[in-house]
């Protein structure tokens, strides 16, 4: 199994960044593709991005190309969501997730999830 803690969540203003984390562990954490999404309010869980631990596979959507960066820490065993000029349509639960995806393909099948970490995004 795998289990996955994330932190870094918070109130920041339109234009400004955080940094959420998420540490994995468990027997099998190191064979999945890592990924994040985010759950506003009343809406359907969305993808957000993908990374694998050696920092290949990465795919992001493109409401957050360009602004989001995701890596990660080996010797950590730890994901990082960077999140800059952030929107307040960004406000949501952001998620870890630890799946799988098709070789070129942008799909992404999350296994295990975090419990989950609230960004707010203010105006």
């Known amino acids: 199994q795998v289990q996955l803690v994330e932190s870094g969540g918070g109130l920041v203003q339109a234009g400004g960044s955080l940094r959420l984390s998420c540490v994995a562990s468990g027997r099998t954490f190191s064979k999945y593709v890592m990924g994040w999404f985010r759950q506003a309010p009343g809406k359907e869980r969305e993808f957000v991005g993908r990374?694998?631990?050696?920092?290949?596979?990465?795919y992001y959507a493109d409401s957050v190309k360009g602004r989001f960066t995701i890596t990660v820490d080996n010797a950590k065993n730890t994901v990082y969501l960077q999140m800059n000029s952030l929107k307040p349509e960004d406000t949501a639960v952001y998620y870890c997730?630890?799946?799988?995806?098709?070789?070129?393909?942008?799909?992404?099948?999350?296994?295990?999830w975090g419990q989950g970490t609230q960004v707010t995004v203010s105006s």
């Open positions: 997730a630890a799946g799988s995806t098709p070789y070129y393909s942008s799909s992404y099948y999350p296994n295990y």
């Open positions: 990374i694998s631990w050696s920092g290949g596979r990465i």
